[in-house]
């Protein structure tokens, strides 16, 4: 080959290269001219949350919220993690109204229970959250508010409904070992139920875990319930030692044979037995100027009692 064609040869491998190069600019530019989403989805062991990144030039609101959903429920190809609406629940509708988007979801949401359950919504409120203009969501399904495991309306949420205070995400699980109180068989005295190895997410506090796990009723044999379970936890919450259990009305009703002093030093003994709680303080709908089944006034402030405790 001669020289000038040796030079050719370059010349035109070198504009070749120019051009891809600029062509790989171009590429580059289009995408970054796009915003940047996290999506998030549940990891197979559904233990966590995950995310990977989605871009797209798309700025109305409802055109992002249909991309988004849409990403929400692509199946991984490498079977890498759960989409969180790829599932049978659908959603029915949403409006989005001064900064709430409200979504509704079928019935077939209700069969969603448990760590998947908080797992999945915490993956679409992540995801949703970041549209322009939605600050806060709410779930409904087939039109009335969600609950969670204690018949409690989950709420208005937002990304930080999923963050402990010290920082740790959804992705925080704990084992706990409870010491609960439920009654006798005669339901006049107080036997002692040791549940162990109770898993929870870290986003319930062990105060709430005890009045749902006691709402639920125990679990060992010899063991009685002491709680109506239609009852609704309204709030618990801690201050200077001194837990504050408030409970709907549904609390007042007694299905059981327990006396009335059994149901609430079943709540108090168990309460007390954490580390941060000296005294319990038990209203309904936030009243305390009440009697518990007219015989009990909710005015005191209850410490352990361990003279109701059955003796083995």
Known sequence: MGKL???FFNMVILCMVVVLAACGREEQVQVQSGTSYEIYYVNNDETRIINRQYVT???????LFTELTGQLQARSEKMEYQAPLSGEFSISGHVLDSGLLTLDFDEKYK???????VLIRAAIVRTLVQI???????F???GEPLADSSGAAVGIMTADTFIENAG????AYEKVNLRLYFANEEGNLLVEENQRNVVYNSNISLEKLVVEKLIEGPKAEGSYPTINPAAKIVSVTVKDGTCYVNLDEAFQNQPYNVTSEVTIYSITNSLVELSNVNKVQISINGETNISYRENMSLNNVFERNLDLLAVE
């Open 111 to 117: 069969e969603l229970w448990g760590t998947k359950e």
């Open 57 to 63: 030039e798309s700025e109305d609101t409802e055109v």
């Open 168 to 171: 740790n995400e959804i992705n």
């Open 132 to 138: 322009p203009g939605v600050e806060r969501i709410t």
């Open 140 to 142: 409904t399904v087939a």
């Open 5 to 7: 064609s040796r030079l």
